[in-house]
Each structure stands twice: as C-alpha cells, then as structure tokens.
C-alpha cells in the first residue's frame, strides 16, 4: 500500500520522489499516470500503479500533482477536487521557508528552493531547483518558478503562469494570469493576462489570443 501517491511519470515525477525519499524516509510511495502503456513500470524504483482509477479506489491517499505543465496541472487539481482527493505538498529538506510563508496544498519545493517572510503560494505552485519568491510575493495557483529565477519582494503572479529559467522579476510587479515569462528575461514593468514576454529589459512578443483562463 502506498502512503502518498505522484501524478506523473515524467521529469517532474522523479524530483518529486526524491523529496518525499529526502523529507519523509522510509515513506510507501506510489505514481499515478495517466498512459496505460506506463503501468506495471517504475519510476526511480518506484512502482507507477495505474490511472486515476487506482486513485479513486484509494481516496485516503493524498496525491502530489507532479506536473510541469501548468495547465494540465490546473486540469489535474480540478479532476482531485472533484473526486474528493486531498493534495499533498512537497518540500525537500534544502529548501529555506519562512514560517510567516503560506504554502498551499500541492506545491512543491524543489532542491535550494527559497521562499521568504509573508510570501503565500497558491495550490499546486512549484518553486524549482534553486528558484526564490522574496518577502511578500502573492502566487497564484499552478504557478512554475522555473530553476534559478527570481521572483523579488511583492511580486504578483497570477494562476497557471509561468516563470521561465534564470528570469528576474524586479519588486512591486505583477504579471497576470496565464503568462510565459522567457528564460533569461528581466521584468521591469506589469503583464497583463495571457502575455508571452521575454528579454532584457522583457516586453511583451505575443499574447495567447485562444488561451482559456486558468
């Protein structure tokens, strides 16, 4: 039996089950997939047990949804909520967190992760490899601070979007819902929703003109 399950066999998966192996040893771990062809396989040793079914059969299990992709772990999260599955967060023991900070469920904290004082994360937010979210920062929910970016104090970011690799956001900006913020850029002024920026200083290249709202 598992105590914890991971949703999904890919990259992001096996960071996953090497914090929870780093935070909780000796805990049962489980991963969720959605491709049939991946069950019966494993993971970094770890057994990939079946679909959202196995899930479903085991609602006492929380699940740590390990999904790089922002929307689709939008879309993940709503299907857990609706089938009554609790969301487990990860946070690996390198990672610096503020106890002021508010961390919601299903986040995960990756290796060197920093978050600081009186910063809140929405659900399902990943802060990766060596990623920091300065004091006061507002997260919504399935955002991804990708490696090394930084977020500086009381920057906002809105649901489902995303940070790109190496990225500075300077203080006080926000960034709306649904975004893609380049590797590299450096954000020096407000993003509206839907907003594709890059560069240095990053100004806007494209807008998801189709993009549902997460």
Same mark, same amino acid.
């Given at each position: 039996?598992?105590?914890?399950?991971? +949703?999904?066999? =890919?990259?992001?998966?096996?960071?996953?089950?090497?914090?929870? !192996?780093?935070?909780?040893?000796?805990?049962?771990?489980?991963?969720?997939?959605?491709?049939?062809?991946?069950?019966?396989?494993?993971?970094?040793?770890?057994?990939?047990?079946?679909?959202?079914?196995?899930?479903?059969?085991?609602?006492?299990?929380?699940?740590?949804?390990?999904?790089?992709?922002? !929307?689709? !772990?939008?879309?993940?999260?709503?299907?857990?909520?609706?089938?009554?599955?609790?969301?487990?967060?990860?946070?690996?023991?390198?990672?610096?967190?503020?106890?002021?900070?508010?961390?919601?469920?299903?986040?995960?904290?990756?290796?060197?992760?920093?978050?600081?004082?009186?910063?809140?994360?929405?659900?399902?937010?990943?802060?990766?490899?060596?990623?920091?979210?300065?004091?006061?920062?507002?997260?919504?929910?399935?955002?991804?601070?990708?490696?090394?970016?930084?977020?500086?104090?009381?920057?906002?970011?809105?649901?489902?979007?995303?940070?790109?690799?190496?990225?500075?956001?300077?203080?006080?900006?926000?960034?709306?819902?649904? @975004?893609?913020?380049?590797? =590299?850029?450096?954000?020096?002024?407000?993003?509206?929703?839907?907003?594709?920026?890059?560069?240095?200083?990053?100004?806007?290249?494209?807008? +998801?003109?189709? @993009?549902?709202?997460?």
């Amino acid at each position: 039996m598992s105590d914890i399950f991971v +949703f999904g066999a =890919g990259g992001h998966g096996k960071v996953a089950i090497e914090a929870i !192996r780093a935070a909780t040893p000796g805990i049962a771990i489980g991963v969720i997939d959605d491709n049939p062809a991946n069950w019966g396989k494993t993971l970094l040793g770890v057994p990939i047990v079946g679909g959202r079914h196995h899930a479903c059969a085991h609602p006492h299990v929380a699940l740590v949804p390990a999904i790089g992709d922002n !929307r689709a !772990r939008l879309a993940m999260m709503a299907w857990a909520s609706d089938a009554g599955l609790a969301l487990a967060t990860v946070i690996h023991p390198s990672a610096i967190v503020s106890p002021s900070a508010a961390i919601g469920a299903g986040c995960m904290l990756a290796p060197g992760a920093i978050v600081n004082a009186e910063a809140r994360l929405g659900r399902g937010t990943i802060i990766n490899t060596a990623a920091s979210v300065d004091h006061d920062c507002v997260l919504g929910d399935a955002v991804h601070v990708a490696p090394g970016a930084r977020l500086c104090g009381g920057v906002g970011i809105g649901a489902g979007s995303l940070i790109g690799v190496g990225a500075i956001v300077v203080p006080g900006i926000v960034i709306g819902r649904g @975004c893609t913020v380049g590797a =590299g850029a450096v954000v020096v002024r407000p993003v509206a929703d839907n907003m594709r920026v890059w560069g240095v200083p990053a100004v806007v290249r494209e807008e +998801f003109r189709s @993009c549902p709202q997460p």
